[in-house]
Each structure stands twice: as C-alpha cells, then as structure tokens.
C-alpha cells in the first residue's frame, strides 16, 4: 500500500507499506480515510457551510473568514479546475448588505513573497478600471501557523525546492457581471465602446 497525496506543489507518495506485516498501519490509514476530519479527505476546513438556522437568505452557500470579517459566500463565479498551480476560487461574497469579490488562491513561495499582487493593487488604487483593494490574509491552520504546502512535507528535496506555494486571500470590489449577461443593448454597446478605448489609450 502507498498513499498519494497531491496539492498545488505536486504529488507526493509514502513508502511502501506491508499490510501483511504491518496491519496497524492499513487500519491507521483506513480509520483516518473513514472517521477522520474534514480535511483528512481535503474537504477544505477553512470555508464554512452555511449555518442554515442563523441564515436568513437560501443562496448562502458558504461563509469565509478574512482576517476579523465574516463574509457570507453567495456563489462561486471562477474556479481553476487544475490540481497544480495557484488552485485559484473566486467567490461573490456579500458582508453587512455589500457585495465583494474574494479571491482565494496559493501563491507560489513563502509569506515574505507572496504578497506582490496586494502591494499592486494598493499602488494602483483610485485608477479607473482597476479592482479597489479591500484587505487580504495569509491563512492559517491554527494561529500563528500560515497554511502552505511546504508544511505537509517532511523533507525538501532539491528538485523540488521553492514550488511551494502559501495560500492568500484578497479580497476586492465592485463586483462586475461577465460581458454576456448585459441587461440592455445600451449597456453593451457602452461596454464595447470602453473596451475600444482602452485599447487605443494602451496603443497610443
């Protein structure tokens, strides 16, 4: 018996186990697979279902936590459907009446690094077009402890050094709506007149 594990670093396998001569073992790894947490399976322990008795909408379908803010999750409007890489899930989420967007992806390296993209956007703010910055947070598994993929490896090899990656959440607004879901012509024929210009304004 081997076990595989993959996360957004790659794979990595156990050594081999007996299960004739090492039967405790099978039955530790079963029992975990079985009657283990949440997150034995990677069912992700860091977003919560919904409280449905404390709830007052149907079309909350999670909640995340950023830093001290609880945002209620009402849908997920990207997902990055490959195992290895940034494992990128964007969410509409809404806190005290108003919408925002959080993106929760793994960037790769370690928490000094990972930040590049926040002290972008913090540089970029008031330019049109450009995502407003609300608040980000490293996740952590349990205080103090920053969630990332280095952790769950005892040993790091050379061939496999700095692809590690640290899990962000970064949270933006104003929420927009994908160019085929215009709810007028003016609408669209204005969007299309914005998307011209832009590319004149970045020719020019």
């Known amino acids: 018996l081997r076990v595989h594990v993959h996360d957004h670093s790659g794979g990595i396998v156990t050594p081999e186990i007996n299960i004739h001569e090492n039967p405790d073992a099978f039955k530790y790894i079963m029992a975990c697979i079985v009657f283990g947490q ?5 069912s992700s322990p860091l977003v919560d279902p919904p409280d449905l008795k404390n709830t007052k909408d149907d079309d909350v379908i999670g909640k995340i936590t950023v830093n001290e803010n609880v ?22 989420a809404r806190r005290d009446g108003e919408e925002f967007i959080i993106k929760d992806h793994w960037v ?12 972008m956007l913090k540089t970029l703010k008031d330019i049109p077009g450009v995502p407003q910055y609300i608040e980000h947070c490293l996740v952590e598994v349990e205080p103090g402890k920053v969630d990332d993929t280095q952790m769950y490896r005892q040993k790091i090899y050379s061939s496999t050094q700095g692809v590690y990656r640290t899990h962000v959440r970064l ?23 914005d998307i011209v210009l832009s590319e004149f304004v970045v020719l020019v």
Do not use: M, S
């Open 38 to 42: 949440r997150d034995c399976i990677d």
């Open 171 to 193: 949270v933006l607004k104003p929420r927009a709506r994908p160019l085929h879901e215009f709810r007028t012509r003016k609408e669209l024929v204005k969007a299309l007149r």
């Open 108 to 119: 790769k390296g370690d928490k000094t690094i990972v930040l590049n993209e926040v002290e």
């Open 71 to 92: 945002y209620e999750l009402l849908k997920v409007i990207f997902c990055n459907q490959g195992l290895v890489g940034r494992g990128t899930v964007c969410y509409l």
